[in-house]
């Protein structure tokens, strides 16, 4: 794909292609066109140049709930939850929403106590089990962070768009979080824009170096760390900065 806003020309030729079950990192320095890549896979910026195919199917001009339901997930920078809400009753109406995509919802009685159950289940999986009744808003920031995963998870994606992850997250709470990123299924495809090396080299089968809206390496962390040109352009100054 190719992007361009107005005068910049943010993203030129990038073509990825990732495995199901890979844990690809995408990393770069500001600017780079890590969030355009982003929005253009789940389908908050429309496509200008490029397509792009999820397991086989076109997927370039469906909308972003359209996606969603064919397994496109992702959290955001940004807070996404209903902070008035519990933990567990922001679970249940992501439970819901799944449901009704696969017309269980009518199921009235039957369905509350699945819907309990399998919300429950998934606060359980990012270790908010016991914050389960105490409202989104009252949350420590690195459970909310959590939440919004549970959310993610919740819709059953098949690839999950991670936009760092870690971001604003003190030591413990970032060690839990790559606890929990390291416990997802190994079958669910995850991309990952983090700024966090230490994440990255953790977390990543496959890494690629965009610069300038170009790619300029994929390679497993080894061969990315090794690489001249990388080194130059980007992880150098992460290293100096650190
Ligand atoms: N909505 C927009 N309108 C105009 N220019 C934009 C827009 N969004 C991004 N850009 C520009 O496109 C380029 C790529 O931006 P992008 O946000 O994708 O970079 P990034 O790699 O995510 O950077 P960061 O690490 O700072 O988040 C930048 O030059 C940016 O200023
Ligand atoms: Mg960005």
């Known amino acids: 794909m190719s992007h361009r806003f107005d005068g910049v020309q943010a993203l030129t030729a990038v073509n990825l292609q990732i495995a199901p079950g890979e844990r690809r990192a995408i990393i770069g320095p500001n600017g780079a066109g890590k969030s355009t890549l982003f929005n ?6 429309p496509v200008q140049t490029g397509r792009v195919w999820l397991h086989g199917r076109d997927i370039t001009h469906l909308p972003v709930p359209a996606r969603a339901n064919l397994g ?6 940004r807070n996404n939850l209903f902070a008035g809400l519990t933990a567990l009753e922001n679970a249940r109406l992501a439970v819901q929403h799944r449901e009704r995509i696969n017309r269980h919802w009518f199921r009235h009685i039957r369905g509350f106590t699945a ?18 009744h105490i409202t989104a808003s009252d949350l420590a920031y690195g459970q909310q962070r959590a939440l919004e995963m549970a959310l993610a998870l919740a819709l059953h994606p098949r690839l999950l768009l991670l936009d760092e992850p870690t971001a604003g997250m003190s030591p413990a709470e970032t060690a839990d979080m790559i606890q929990l990123i390291q416990s997802l299924p ?4 995850l ?39 990388v080194r130059r352009v980007y992880l150098g100054d992460v290293m100096r900065d650190a």
């Open 40 to 45: 253009l896979i789940a389908g908050e910026l």
């Open 191 to 229: 991309l990952i824009v983090e700024h966090d090396m230490d994440v990255i080299f953790t977390l990543a089968d496959q890494i690629t170096v965009l610069h300038y809206g170009q790619v300029i390496r994929t390679g497993s962390p080894a061969e990315v760390q090794a690489d001249e040109r």
């Open 72 to 77: 496109v997930g992702r959290t955001f920078q």
């Open 186 to 189: 190994r079958d669910l495809t």
């Open 115 to 132: 819907v309990h159950t399998a919300a429950t289940a998934i606060l359980e999986q990012v270790g908010l089990a016991e914050q389960a």
